[in-house]
Structure formats: C-alpha cells, structure tokens
C-alpha cells in the first residue's frame, strides 16, 4: 500500500512519474509527470506528433517506458522492484495489470471473426472466467448502455464507424475497468457520426469513471473535463480547469494551437 | 498387370505426403508461433532454418538423411526418411504461409487484445490464429499438391511409392510410354480433386 500522500489525498487511479519514451533515435516523451484522481477525466490536447498516444500507451504499457514509472492505484504497473532494481513483469502477471485499464483505439480494432456481442463476451469469458452465459448477458448489458442492441449479432464489417466505436467502448466497459484510455475516438469518424459516439462517452463522464482521453473535440473536451493538459513535443506545456487553459493560455505555444484550432 | 504395381505405389505416395505434410504443418505454425513472440534470437534462429530448408533441394535433404545419416549410424527405412526430408523442407515453406498470414492481421486487432487483459499466448489462439485459418487454407492446399508430385523425388531412395514402382517396370518391360502415361494419370487422379478443393476454398473467402 503507497497511501503515503497527505492525509487528505487519497491514493490516485494512476500516477506517471518522470516518463521518458524513445523510440529509436527519437524522444516522443520528456519527462511527464501525471495524476489522476479517482473519478477524474483529464483531456489531454497537443498537435500531432506532441506524444498524447504514446502517453496513452505506456499508461497502460502497451509501450515499455525508456524510463519513468507507471502505478495504477498505487501498484506499480508493468513491473515489479527485485532488490531495488525495477525489473519487467511476466506477459502473465501484465495481463492482469492490463485488464483494469480499458483502452478505446482511434480505428476501433474489433476482431472481424466475431460479431458485436462475441466481441464483448469474449474476454470476460476467456479471460476473467466468466461462465459463457454469464459473459453473453453482460455483453448484452453492456451493448444496451451503449445502445446497440438490434446489433448484437452483427459483424463489425457491417457496422458503421460510430456503432463500432460504441462497441468498443461496451467492450472496455466488460472490463469493469478502473481507468479507461481513450486515444483519439472520434478522429476516424465521418462527421455525422461522431455525435453518438461523444454522447456515449459523456454518459459514462456523468457515472464517475477515471477518463484519460486524447482527443481533437476541442468543445466536448472543455464540457467533459475536469482537467485539461496540453501538451508539445513531448512535454506537459501547461494544465488546468478548462475554462483556464482555453480560454486564457498562459503559453505561447498554447495559445498557437488553440488559435489554429479556432480556424477550421 | 502394371495397375497393381502402380496402386501400392499410390498408396506409399500417399502415406509419404499426409506425413512429411503433417510435420511440415506442426513446424510451420509453431515457428511462425516463436516467430511473433518478438525474441531477436529466436526469430534468426527462424529465418535461419527458413533461408536454409527452402534453398536446398529436396532431393538433396532426402539424400542427407537418407544416407548422410547411415554413414554416422542412424539407419532410417526409405519412407521415414522421406517424411523428415520433405517435412522439413515443407516446414519452411509453411512458415511463411502462416507468417503472412499472422502479418495480415492487422496489429491493432493485436494489441486490442492485449489491452482487453488477454496475454499475447491467448490474442494468438483467440484472435489470431482464427482468422489465419481462413486465409491460409488456400497456400496450404497448394503446398498440398505441390507435395504430392515432390514426392516422386523418394524413389531415388528406394521408397516404393509410385515412381519407383514405374521405374522398375519400364525397366522389366521396356513399355516406357505406356508405363509413365500410366504413372501421369495416377498421379492427375490425385493432384486434380485436390485442386479443385483449393479452388473451392479460395472462393469461399469471406474477407481479405
């Protein structure tokens, strides 16, 4: 247990510490520090190329830090301290790490050989040992939240962009994740369709879960986040209340991007 | 009659081929398993094994085995040697069919797995291997076949399937051409369904 914060801060859903990430001869993150609380939804906003999804993926070490550390809860994630030396967990014990941080991708990644329910049902049955009846309950439960149930036995091939996204969340949701990552939902979809996916995530900002969330939709970031971060090359540049960071930016840099932004 | 002769041959030519097919596919699908795990030593170790039991003939592994092995006291009968030489020529060549394969799917469709809680052993016997199915039926029905005709090559180390069998005969007989238009359509019995089997699977793609 690290409750070893002051006696009013309870301990955060994740904390990033010193994160460093290279990539070849290239540093994508320079040193972000990062916490969220329980309950908190940080929308993290930079130009591309600035790290947000490398940031994203090492939270829930889909990319190895180059050195920092990640603890979801306190815990240490995605390694472990052997006689003062911080040494990479098994793939096994990862796994079980990774399963209480969902992860919503910009192009969705559901698996085409199963249907909407299938997708859903699968890893609380493969995975978390749920009875296969169980799963497909939950799965149906879940794709009622995101309000999908006429598709449940569709293929993803035959659904559009926004009702896969919506899958994909109720796929994370089976999870019964503490933290859910979301990098860039809504950037692969066509216009018209990014309203329900939004909707959707705004629906699970209002229930109280920890969000990190990547994203380009510069209003619906400034109505559901707590916080938001900007950042630029690789670093955090400024954070704030939402109001703060878009309406009065202190930097140089932040004010560039949000004017660009403006523009389109 | 030379049918009979013949016959007993297909039935050699048919234990050889599900055989060294049956090795060639274990091999295949577990290097191409080592190979996604991302270790560098053991995929040179792959693409070594690769590089070499692709460019060597097979008539030249069979010889290795057959009597290369003799010469340091390993005697092996003619049809197991068989197996093992075109088995493991076929296991390079199926460990790239299923490495294309595994490369087709999209890494997303991978690392979603990962996220979801599933280790890379469960993402490649849920989500991968799956879909590999569909798209390697095709190339191995048509390793199938190409096997079936590569293993004429075992006459020369005495396994009694059909070649040798025709060869024997043209030399008792001297009916060369009806002995080998004989062995042709032996050989076309087999090989033509099994064609058209793949062809049959490669219609019945359901996504690319």
Known sequence: ?264 | MFAAALLGGAVVTIQITLGAFLLAFLLGLLLAVIDSMRVMLLRALVATYVEVFRNVPALTLLFIIYFGLAQVGIRLQPIPAAIIGLGLGGGAVLTEVFRAAFRALHQGQREAALAVGMTPMMAIRHIILPQAWRVVLPPLGNYAVALLKETSVASAIAAPEIMFYARQLVTRTFETPLVYAMTSLLYLAMTVPMAHVVWRLEQRRRWA
């Open chain 1, 1 to 264: 247990m690290h409750d070893t914060d002051t006696a009013s801060s309870p301990t955060p859903v994740i904390e990033i510490e010193a994160l460093h990430k290279r990539f070849g001869q290239l540093d994508v993150l320079k040193g972000i520090n990062l916490r969220l609380a329980r309950g908190e939804k940080v929308v993290i906003i930079g130009p591309s190329g600035s790290g947000k999804s490398t940031l994203l993926r090492c939270t829930n070490y889909l990319e190895a830090p180059t050195s920092g550390h990640v603890r979801l809860d306190g815990t240490l994630f995605g390694e472990r301290l052997v006689n003062g030396r911080h040494m990479r967990m098994s793939e096994r014990e990862l796994a079980a790490q990774r399963r209480h941080v969902g992860m919503i991708f910009q192009s969705f990644y559901l698996w085409p050989h199963l249907t909407a329910r299938q997708n859903v049902a699968i890893a609380p049955e493969k995975v978390f040992g749920m009875k296969r009846k169980d799963a497909l309950e939950l799965a149906d439960a879940l794709l009622a939240k995101v309000h999908l149930s006429e598709k449940r036995d569709v293929y993803p091939e035959r659904l559009s962009g926004g009702q896969q996204q919506r899958v994909a969340i109720a796929r994370a949701l089976a999870q019964e994740p503490r933290l859910i990552l979301f990098d860039e939902p809504t950037s692969a979809l066509d216009p018209e369709l990014v309203g329900e996916v939004l909707k959707v995530i705004e629906e699970l900002a209002a229930e109280g879960r920890s969000m990190m969330l990547v994203t380009h939709e510069i209003r619906f970031a400034a109505h559901v986040a707590d916080r938001i971060i900007f950042m630029d090359w690789g670093v955090i540049v400024e954070e704030g209340a939402p109001d703060e960071i878009l309406r009065r930016p202190q930097t140089e840099r932040a004010r560039n991007f949000l004017s660009q932004l403006e523009m389109k």
